[in-house]
């Protein structure tokens, strides 16, 4: 049904030119034939909205941008539009004007932990690094909704320089994640330029493309762009498949081309209530991402930015779905359900728990099915006592000239180490902690 209706519509898509295959599929006519309004929505799909119903999408549009690719327009089933996933993620929703209490504009505090305009470093030895701030489609749950279709804020390219200068004067730094907006919205020179500025900087080892592309607009995926990235190995994408209709003949081209080319493919899907909320839903997406080369990465709770309250669902749902996963398929199809802490604590696991109980040598574990078992614990383990000296352990952790041997810890790594002396960690500005302040 679906497939028969994009194939009836491709060829009636009408916006100034009569489209023909081959403009079809070039990137540039697709985002310059984006409809970013609601009247050429309502031609393309041959829909009405009600005036009423209009009014309040006019508004929603003039806070939050529309814009859809004639590609990911034609996924959608008119028929049904309104229960539509492609529809749902493209398409405004009048819902988006509530903001609840708990919502805000950059609830990841993305703009907080930010050293230099383009970066944010939340993690000891990797960054996140905007080098565009516009996409071909915007999707409705976007997290970074405060900065859609903000011309202004696309990065300059002394601020891009200005990131770059960043991550080469920061050694820890060994991960760099570019991000935005898409960066493959951005032309295949600049590109190329960025990536061959990130590689002359020694300490970084990998660099990673998050982008939608291959979802929304996958013929941006194109021999030159990939040979492109081949030359600056290794280089990982991770795309944003969020239900199994995205997965078209055209995206699945797409993904072939990048995977070909060597590049490790991940996918990051949001939890979307009326999108994805549904262990059968998820379970098909996640067999046909590994039928096509992509490994399922990370399942996002949806955050609490403004203007997604009705996107959003229970955690306990989230759990439930990867309930329904782990055990009952491949262990590469699963992906690591996560909340990202609002106020900018990241990404936090939120997985079903497994270990039941234990005792001083034994263990108690349940599995997919519900068996209870035990594990005994080994009577003789000796672990290597860690003085933090790796010259003095007989693990052959080899340490290289220059290298830290063993770097600083945090977190609860630090208080599980035997080298540490620390023995909470404590809030700070607590009223007890004043007290003592105080004394
Ligand atoms: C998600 C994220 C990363 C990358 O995290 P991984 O778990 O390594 O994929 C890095 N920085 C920020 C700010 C992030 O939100």
Not at 177 to 195: A, T, V
Not at 257 to 284: E, H
Request: hydrophobic share 35%; glycine share 6%.
């Amino acid at each position: 049904m679906a497939a028969n209706i994009s194939q009836k519509r491709k060829p009636t898509v009408k916006l100034g030119t009569d489209v023909v295959g081959h403009e079809w599929t070039d990137w540039k006519w697709q985002v310059d034939h984006s409809i970013r309004d609601i009247d050429t929505f309502e031609k393309l799909l041959a829909v009405r909205f009600a005036k009423a119903e209009r009014a309040e999408l006019e508004k929603t549009i003039a806070k939050f941008p529309l814009s859809i690719t004639p590609y990911y327009l034609s996924l959608i089933d008119a028929d049904d539009f309104r229960n539509d996933p492609v529809f749902k993620q493209a398409f405004p929703s009048v819902e988006e004007l509530e903001v609840d209490e708990c919502e805000l504009a950059d609830p990841l505090a993305e703009d907080t932990d930010s050293p230099v305009p383009g970066i944010t470093h939340r993690y000891p030895d990797r960054v996140l690094f905007y080098i565009s701030h516009v996409c071909s489609m915007y999707c409705r749950h976007c997290t970074r909704k405060r900065k859609v279709g903000d011309h202004d804020a696309i990065p300059s390219k002394a601020e891009v320089i200005k990131g770059i200068k960043y991550i080469a004067n920061n050694p820890q730094i060994r991960d760099c994640l570019l991000s935005g907006g898409d960066p493959l919205m951005l032309p295949d020179k600049y590109l190329d330029w960025i990536l061959t500025e990130l590689r002359k900087i020694p300490h970084l080892e990998v660099i990673r493309i998050g982008t939608r592309m291959p979802v929304v607009l996958p013929y941006r995926i194109t021999d030159e762009l990939v040979a492109i990235l081949k030359k600056h190995h290794p280089i990982w994408i991770n795309t944003h498949f969020n239900h199994p209709k995205e997965l078209s003949q055209a995206s699945k081209a797409a993904l072939q081309k990048l995977a070909d080319a060597g590049i490790p493919l991940g996918n990051q899907s949001v939890l979307l209530a009326g999108v994805n909320d549904c262990p059968l839903i998820m379970k098909k997406l996640v067999h046909k991402l590994v039928k096509n080369r992509v490994r399922p990465y990370y399942l996002y709770q949806c955050d609490l930015s403004e203007g997604l309250s009705h996107f959003r669902t229970s955690v306990g749902r989230g759990i439930e779905i990867i309930e329904s996963l782990i055990g009952h398929t491949s262990g590469f199809a699963v992906p690591t359900y996560v909340v990202d802490a609002p106020g900018g604590g990241g990404k936090i696991p939120a997985m079903p728990n497994y270990l039941i109980s234990w005792s001083a040598n034994k263990v108690i574990l349940r599995n997919y099915e519900g068996v209870i078992t035990t594990y005994k614990e080994p009577d003789n383990y000796v672990p290597a006592v860690c003085n933090k000296k790796c010259d003095d352990c007989h693990l052959q952790h080899q340490v290289a000239d220059g290298e830290a041997e063993n770097p600083g810890l945090v977190g609860i790594a630090k208080l599980l180490a035997d080298s540490n002396k620390v023995i909470s960690l404590t809030p700070e500005n607590t009223e007890r902690i004043a007290r003592r302040v105080n004394e």
